[in-house]
T-cell receptor, first 111, second 112 residues
Framework: EDQVTQSPEALRLQEGESSSLNCSYT??????LFWYRQDPGKGPEFLFT???AGEEKEKERLKATLTKKESFLHITAPKPEDSATYLC????????????FGKGTLLTVNP | DADVTQTPRNRITKTGKRIMLECSQT?????MYWYRQDPGLGLRLIYY???????NKGEISDGYSVSRQAQAKFSLSLESAIPNQTALYFC???????????FGPGTRLTVT
């Protein structure tokens, strides 16, 4: 059974204090790993897809990296508007649709 | 305009009532999905559809049914709502050539 574990459950940072969120996964053949951002009361917003170990993607203050067992979402010099829940999901190689989601990390950035 | 829209955005209903949640998309995607999100449980797949004639159960389909009226429209029905169906419901779409799923704004459903 595919599993995704995100840590920490919640993270509180000061503005400008860089940190990383972790997504550990077990899946039978990874087709893709996805990062989403979710604001309260809204739908998840797609951020990145990573397909193979060693791959990196960047968008503004966010950088996602992938190894064979986990992915990191690095946040550099965060701002209060980066506050959100960040979700990680995986798609197994034998599936062309099913995403298995983690429970998310709630990030709060204080000014 | 939003690519994926859901109606209603909020709904309060009573136990035993029938309710329908609707989803429309302008992304031109073939595939559509319904998820529910509960605190501490994450997103779970209810039903998915790869085209108008293709409907499939997800991991938690009991108590729900769906209808794919057109490529752009996918509705979720609760035939007889119960309190443990209180949750956030999301519609999502994807293209058959990529794996990313794009979510709507959600419907907050409360069953009393």
């Amino acid at each position: 059974e595919d599993q995704v574990t995100q840590s920490p459950e919640a993270l509180r940072l000061q503005e400008g204090e860089s940190s990383s969120l972790n997504c550990s996964y077990t899946v039978s053949g990874l087709r893709g790993l996805f990062w989403y951002r979710q604001d309260p009361g809204k739908g998840p917003e797609f951020l990145f897809t990573l397909y193979s170990a060693g791959e990196e993607k960047e968008k503004e203050r966010l950088k996602a990296t992938l190894t064979k067992k986990e992915s990191f979402l690095h946040i550099t010099a965060p701002k209060p508007e980066d506050s959100a829940t960040y979700l990680c999901a995986v798609q197994a190689g034998g599936s062309n649709y099913k995403l298995t989601f983690g429970k998310g990390t709630l990030l709060t950035v204080n000014p | 305009d939003a690519d994926v829209t859901q109606t209603p955005r909020n709904r309060i209903t009573k136990t035993g009532k029938r309710i329908m949640l609707e989803c429309s998309q302008t992304k031109g995607h073939d595939r559509m999905y319904w998820y529910r999100q509960d605190p501490g449980l994450g997103l779970r797949l209810i039903y998915y559809s790869f085209d108008v004639k293709d409907i499939n159960k997800g991991e938690i389909s009991d108590g729900y049914s769906v209808s794919r009226q057109a490529q752009a429209k996918f509705s979720l029905s609760l035939e007889s709502a119960i309190p443990n169906q209180t949750a956030l419901y999301f519609c999502a779409t994807s293209d058959q050539s990529s794996y990313e799923q794009y979510f709507g704004p959600g419907t907050r459903l409360t069953v009393t």
